[in-house]
């Protein structure tokens, strides 16, 4: 019986160890079996440190530094400039199917919100007070250099936030091309459609 009675203490000390008192409520800290793995000896995100004359843990970008990954020799590419500094027009790649359904993808995820599955700015945040996004159909829209295009993407404009931190500059380009489509569908004309299928249209 002796045997019994030490079996069931052992397993209530384990259970009540492992699960612990649930319910209850306790003003102490938690028992840390390796309070290193919690209490790190580093420096947090804008904290303070004595290392340095101003006591910021966040260091200034030094002057002239590329990170790491983002250095081009394209500036077409990497910022939608010609080698005048002017917006460039045209793309830095060739368009290709593969492009324009990889932007179609970036598009409905991260566009087609405010300004719509057609462009015509008429997305869901519309219904919650988002008024001011524009169509694409509008004449300074129509007539914007593509590299001004990829630099709103980029670096946001008014009350558009940046996506550059969030699209590849290859993802921010395919989404160019689809807005560029997506302009190009509502301007279309009859005389786009070649004569032999044109009957599909019903015509």
């Not at 590419?77 to 368009?95: C, Q, S, T, Y």
């Not at 694409?136 to 007539?143: P, T």
Request: net charge negative; with cysteine.
């Amino acid at each position: 019986m002796r045997y019994v009675y030490l079996a069931f203490a052992f397993l209530l000390v384990a259970t009540v160890s492992i699960l612990g008192f649930r319910g209850s409520k306790s003003s102490r800290p938690p028992i840390e079996i390796f309070p290193d793995m919690d209490q790190q000896p580093k420096y947090m995100p804008q904290g303070e440190s004595s290392f340095f004359p101003d006591g910021r843990v966040d260091r200034p970008v030094p002057a002239n530094t590329v990170a790491r990954g983002f250095f081009s020799e394209d500036d077409h590419l990497a910022f939608g400039k010609d080698e005048n500094g002017e917006f460039a027009r045209g793309f830095p790649m060739d368009i290709t199917k593969e492009l324009l359904e990889r932007g179609r993808d970036r598009y409905a995820i991260f566009c087609a919100v405010c300004h719509g599955a057609s462009g015509d700015g008429n997305g869901i945040t519309k219904q919650y007070g988002m008024i001011a996004t524009p169509s694409y159909m509008r004449d300074d829209l129509l007539n914007m250099p593509e590299g001004e295009i990829f630099d709103t993407i980029t670096n946001g404009k008014n009350t558009m936030g940046r996506y550059g931190d969030k699209l590849t500059v290859e993802d921010r380009w395919a989404i160019v091309a689809y807005f560029k489509v997506l302009q190009r569908a509502q301007q279309g004309t009859l005389g786009d459609v070649p004569v032999d299928k044109r009957s599909e249209l019903g015509l």
